[in-house]
């Protein structure tokens, strides 16, 4: 994400990677189905989803706005992902169900997977791809929220990769839901699931509801990589 490059990036630790990698086979473990919350865990989710946020405004979007390099490569590579189904809503319904599966997903993936640089990781400034290995950066995190909720039955259209500028200043990638009470940010840097007027971010853009191209929420100086955790 857009960021002054820091130098000497840390390097992983050992104990770091071992961890990681046994997140990444609760990971694979979790796609088919085969690992989940904890009794406690799932029934404090259950109470929370008893209620629904309150309704707020959706953010307002602009013109249309370049991807990013690598979220143009991830798209070569993953097409499928990329494309947009214009009979799903823009905005899904928010029902109780909905919601607790919404935060059940953001606070799992959370738990599994370890955040990483792409330049830890990969060795390279900015990829996006799925955390299959139980590594990944921001983008990686959010794009496998965001398999695990279409998986779940959510639209494709509703959950929207968004770049936005965290309370450092520094690029980061969230996934946007838009709902009829407004629009909610999954963010791997916490576990609550807020309205985007909560989060504290400086929203830059996301993808759009009808094609390719992206489209502006806010200042048009934007970030060009996803580098950051």
């Known amino acids: 994400?857009?960021?002054?490059?820091?130098?000497?990036?840390?390097?992983?630790?050992?104990?770091?990677?071992?961890?990681?990698?046994?997140?990444?086979?609760?990971?694979?473990?979790?796609?088919?189905?085969?690992?989940?919350?904890?009794?406690?865990?799932?029934?404090?989710?259950?109470?929370?989803?008893?209620?629904?946020p309150a309704p707020t405004e959706a953010i307002v979007s602009g013109g249309s706005a370049g991807p990013t390099l690598a979220w143009a490569e991830f798209c070569q590579s993953q097409?499928?992902?990329?494309?947009?189904?214009?009979?799903?809503?823009?905005?899904?319904?928010?029902?109780?169900?909905?919601?607790?599966?919404?935060?059940?997903?953001?606070?799992?993936?959370?738990?599994?997977?370890?955040?990483?640089?792409?330049?830890?990781?990969?060795?390279?400034?900015?990829?996006w791809d799925y955390p299959d290995d139980g590594l990944g950066d921001c983008e990686d995190i959010q794009l496998l929220k965001r398999k695990l909720l279409i998986e779940a039955g959510l639209p494709r259209r509703a959950l929207r990769m968004t770049v936005v500028l965290d309370e450092h200043g520094m690029g980061h990638a969230v996934l946007m839901v838009r709902t009829s009470h407004g629009d909610f940010a999954l963010d791997n840097k916490r576990d609550a699931v807020l309205a985007w007027q909560e989060t504290g971010y400086h929203y830059v853009k996301r993808e759009g509801d009808d094609g390719s191209a992206w489209v502006w929420l806010g200042g048009q100086i934007t970030p060009t990589v996803t580098a950051t955790k």
């Open 79 to 127: 097409p499928q992902e990329c494309a947009v189904n214009a009979s799903e809503p823009m905005a899904l319904r928010l029902e109780p169900d909905v919601w607790l599966t919404i935060l059940e997903v953001n606070e799992r993936v959370n738990r599994m997977i370890l955040a990483v640089t792409d330049q830890d990781h990969w060795g390279v400034l900015d990829r």
């Open 1 to 52: 994400m857009y960021q002054d490059i820091e130098t000497g990036i840390r390097q992983q630790k050992a104990g770091n990677r071992f961890h990681a990698l046994r997140c990444g086979a609760l990971a694979m473990a979790s796609w088919a189905g085969l690992a989940f919350f904890g009794p406690a865990v799932a029934a404090s989710l259950s109470t929370a989803s008893a209620i629904l």
